[in-house]
């Protein structure tokens, strides 16, 4: 069966929420630093939009590696740091920047991490959440768009590695 590709949330929609999404994250935060936390490779485009919506101009930019799917649209259920930081986190405001919040099992696994490094905060910003999918619970702050239980592409997520160029998130069925 060919792959095709349905359009979920159109790329208009996404930059008005994101912008939102930037507007609230400046108002919560005390004056200062925040360190957003981009979980690679999927949230590079959220986090590149939603950095140019916090008007302020101590915004430091991280990157982490969680890897914990295959060439697969299901969790393999094993999560393990691909990259680590090479900052100190303690004392500051963080906030993971992910691109979908699935079984909830990564976040769980990374907030426990990153709780031992002892930031001031830890938050978490996630473009989709698929709320129907978790396992494991995780506490998200900020939230773009909650999503039903499709498998979803672009705007940064990918599968097997395409689509992630795709402007919008668009739903993918028949790969
Ligand atoms: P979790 O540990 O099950 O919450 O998995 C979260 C990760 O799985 C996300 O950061 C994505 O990389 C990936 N993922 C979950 N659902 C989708 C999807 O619909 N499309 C693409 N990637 C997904
Ligand atoms: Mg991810």
Same mark, same amino acid.
């Given at each position: /069966?060919?792959?095709?590709? #349905?359009?979920?949330?159109?790329?208009?929609?996404?930059?008005?929420?994101?912008? #939102? /999404?930037?507007?609230?994250?400046?108002?919560?935060?005390? #004056?200062?630093?925040?360190?957003?936390?981009?979980?690679?490779? @999927?949230?590079?485009?959220?986090?590149?939009?939603?950095?140019?919506?916090?008007?302020?101009?101590?915004?430091?930019?991280?990157?982490?590696?969680?890897?914990?799917? @295959?060439?697969?649209?299901?969790?393999?259920?094993?999560?393990?740091?691909?990259?680590?930081?090479?900052?100190?986190?303690?004392?500051?405001?963080?906030?993971?920047?992910?691109?979908?919040?699935?079984?909830?099992?990564?976040?769980?696994?990374?907030?426990?991490?990153?709780?031992?490094?002892?930031?001031?905060?830890?938050?978490?910003?996630?473009?989709?959440?698929?709320?129907?999918?978790?396992?494991?619970?995780?506490?998200?702050?900020?939230?773009?768009?909650?999503?039903?239980?499709?498998?979803?592409?672009?705007?940064?997520?990918?599968?097997? #590695?395409?689509?992630?160029?795709?402007?919008?998130?668009?739903?993918?069925?028949?790969?």
């Amino acid at each position: /069966m060919p792959a095709t590709l #349905e359009v979920m949330i159109a790329a208009e929609e996404i930059q008005r929420r994101v912008r #939102e /999404m930037g507007r609230e994250i400046d108002a919560d935060y005390p #004056e200062g630093p925040i360190y957003l936390l981009s979980i690679l490779k @999927g949230s590079f485009m959220f986090l590149a939009d939603l950095a140019r919506a916090i008007e302020r101009h101590s915004v430091r930019i991280e990157f982490m590696g969680i890897s914990s799917y @295959g060439r697969d649209k299901t969790s393999s259920g094993q999560v393990r740091v691909t990259k680590d930081l090479d900052v100190s986190l303690e004392g500051h405001h963080v906030l993971i920047v992910e691109d979908i919040v699935d079984s909830g099992v990564t976040l769980t696994y990374l907030t426990r991490v990153l709780e031992q490094r002892k930031p001031a905060s830890l938050r978490i910003a996630t473009l989709l959440d698929k709320p129907e999918r978790r396992i494991s619970p995780v506490q998200i702050t900020y939230t773009g768009f909650q999503i039903p239980d499709r498998f979803v592409v672009g705007y940064g997520l990918d599968y097997a #590695e395409d689509y992630r160029n795709l402007p919008s998130i668009c739903v993918l069925t028949g790969e």
